[in-house]
């Protein structure tokens, strides 16, 4: 059992920034992978990021160059810097993890979402 608070989303002119952030709670002992997806009006979500915690990501390839994923180990939280923003980055963002609870169990977590708007 995990909760995840999303916070940073908003509206914005093309060429703005954001910066999302999620953070987990909860019984949890690790948080293997932290990430980012999303899921834009009559389109399946779709990966942005991922981040280990040993530090190694996975981005979409076709927003590697514009978003950078982060995040810290000490609050079990992750970020999502978002550059350049274009009107087809408009989409609800979703905070995705997977780890283990102090059980030992596994289990996979989403935020409820935070509403990203670019337009002019």
């Known amino acids: 059992q995990a909760q995840l608070v999303e916070s940073g989303g908003g509206s914005v002119q093309p060429g703005g920034s954001l910066r999302l952030s999620c953070a987990a709670s909860?019984?949890?002992?690790?948080?293997?992978?932290m990430g980012w997806y999303r899921q834009a009006p009559g389109k399946q979500r779709e990966l942005v990021a991922t981040?280990?915690?040993?530090?190694?990501?996975n981005y979409s390839e076709s927003l590697k160059a514009r978003f950078t994923i982060s995040r810290d180990n000490t609050k079990n939280t992750v970020y999502l810097q978002m550059n350049s923003l274009k009107p087809e980055d408009t989409a609800v963002y979703y905070c995705?993890?997977?780890?283990?609870?102090?059980?030992?169990?596994?289990?996979?977590?989403w935020g409820q979402g935070t509403q990203v708007t670019v337009s002019s």
């Open positions: 909860g019984r949890i002992f690790s948080t293997n992978t």
């Open positions: 981040v280990t915690s040993g530090n190694s990501t």
């Open positions: 995705y993890v997977y780890g283990s609870r102090w059980s030992g169990d596994l289990f996979n977590a």
